[in-house]
């Protein structure tokens, strides 16, 4: 595996060619491509160029939309995908070689009609990525609060994504969120151990860390923690088992709030450090 800077997730608004040289600095291996590289010849040229000058690889590319949210209609499904064809295309060219949506884990739909439109949509998105190179996976999302918000409850753990990844196309993979895992499952470790045993089929890897005093069926999607911040989740447990996998695919951090708000107020070199040292302190702990 190996670590990625994702400015997107970090709430971070700073270019590549900004934060290229940082990254060597203090031992970040890549960089997310923003949309806006992708999807302007001149900046996907001046990306690249410093990408290449400091030895950086790219981590995830961004996607044109939400593309199994509830109520992104046909019509605004076949448009985001004849974008995602340019944008691919681009990467392609750039070498971004990772990609993902997450799968919603409720639904206006019944479950079974809700799974066939999904491998529907799966398959068409996955069949544009693959034709350009790049590896697409699934993300399960775990908390419970989302799998709420409408009627019908759908897939929140890496067997679920699994199942419609393999009826929708065998090339499409699995985005590993710790947070979702831990949500999802209470940190179930049978599922870590499978997705360990799995470590082909995942395209990403996500750290953090989950909420102090709150019970894991009733943390909120959108405040974590910074890995090994609480305890709560074991990144470096979950590393560990992903590299003797042999898991060779971008891992990144991604707090949501207050870690967004933290890193957006500090300097890009104070921000590449930080994520430095968070990766490094998920491998101290894994070596202990």
């Known amino acids: 595996m190996f670590d990625v800077l994702d400015a997107s997730m970090l709430g971070m608004n700073r270019s590549v060619e900004e934060l290229a040289p940082l ?46 949210a ?5 019509e ?6 004849r974008r995602l064809e340019r944008r691919a295309e681009t ?17 206006p739909r019944p479950f079974d009609e809700n799974f066939d439109w999904h491998v ?21 999302l775990g908390p419970w609060e989302l799998g709420r918000l409408q009627p019908h409850p759908f897939v929140h753990t890496l067997n679920g994504v699994l199942a419609i990844a393999d009826a929708a196309d065998a090339g499409v993979g699995v985005a590993f969120d710790t947070f979702h895992w831990y949500c999802g499952t209470d940190g179930d470790r049978d599922d870590l151990l499978y997705a360990a045993q799995h470590a082909d089929r995942v ?23 910074l890995p090994m911040e609480t305890g709560l989740i074991d990144a470096g447990e979950v590393c560990a088992r992903f590299r003797a996998g042999g898991f060779t695919g971008p891992r990144m951090i991604e707090p949501f709030e207050p870690g967004r708000t933290l890193f957006a107020a500090m300097s890009a070199q ?19």
Do not use: I
Not at 29 to 55: I, N, T
Not at 76 to 81: D, V, W, Y
Not at 272 to 283: C, E, P, Q, T, Y
């Open 91 to 107: 990467a392609e060219k750039l070498g971004v070689r990772y990609a993902y949506n997450h799968v919603w884990p409720s639904s």
């Open 120 to 140: 529907n949509r799966v398959r068409k998105v996955g069949r544009v990525l693959r034709e350009h190179g790049v590896r697409y996976g699934l993300e399960f």
């Open 23 to 68: 990254c060597a600095q203090y031992g970040v291996a890549g960089l997310s491509a923003p949309a806006a590289v992708l999807d302007d010849g001149e900046a996907a040229l001046k990306a690249g160029r410093a990408m290449r000058e400091y030895g950086l690889e790219w981590g995830l590319m961004p996607m044109t939309a939400d593309f199994y």
């Open 70 to 74: 509830w109520d992104l209609g046909d």
């Open 76 to 81: 605004a499904f076949e448009a985001a995908l």
């Open 203 to 225: 395209v990403a890897l996500h750290l953090n860390d989950a909420v102090a005093g709150v019970p894991f069926d009733q943390q909120r999607d959108m405040q974590r923690r």
């Open 270 to 288: 104070e921000a590449v450090r930080k994520v430095a040292s968070l990766f490094a302190r998920v491998d101290g702990a894994a070596a202990e």
